[in-house]
């Protein structure tokens, strides 16, 4: 792939019931690592942004946790939902979406 | 975890044998994910810098592939006793390794 303008990280990490440290799998991330891919294909974004699951990013009582590179933006707590607005507030537009930062005591 | 100073995902797609594109498991991504991880435990990094695990990062003829973020620099083909390098000239002093980068048809 040629070198992504913003590059979207997904935590997809999974972890059996029961674990203390729970996950963003248990989470809901599948749905938001989807609803990304569905909006990168439908708006033809995939040679401009990119778009990768990932490990384990840490912070799992954040869940379901997203980072923007180049920024070092990390999302919390997303919801399929939230992502039509991280795609064009952040993505297209350059503007982090406030509302979603994960809290500084963990990422700052 | 605090916001890293460069953020390290190394590519552990796996796939199965024979598939045609290959995969980074296939080139051996496990054991440079395992001495990245031994080489900042041994140096007390994880504070400083961040170690992530990813599905594919596209280049997979190029693989195993390293990023570093927010730099946004793709390593090639690297191998375990290539990361001593990575850690000590990019992590710690900021000079990429220019050996080991992606072609710019693949990443730029």
């Known amino acids: 792939m040629p070198k992504p303008q913003k590059h979207v990280f997904v935590c ?15 989470l ?7 609803t990304f891919a569905q909006q990168f ?5 995939y040679g401009q942004f990119a778009l990768t699951s ?9 869940g379901p946790t997203v980072i923007v590179y180049p920024d070092a ?6 919801k399929p939902e939230d992502v ?9 537009e350059g503007a982090p979406v406030e509302r979603l930062l ?3 005591a963990v990422w700052g």
Chains 1, 2 share one sequence.
């Open 84 to 92: 039509a607005e991280i795609v064009s507030g952040h993505l297209k």
């Open 73 to 78: 933006v990390m999302y919390a707590k997303v």
């Open 12 to 26: 997809a990490q999974a972890r059996p019931p029961g674990h203390p440290r729970g996950s963003c799998a248990q």
């Open 54 to 62: 990932t490990g384990c990013l840490g912070a799992c009582d954040q």
């Open 28 to 34: 809901g991330c599948a749905q938001v690592l989807q």
């Open 41 to 45: 294909e439908q708006g033809q974004l």
């Open 102 to 104: 994960a809290p500084a």
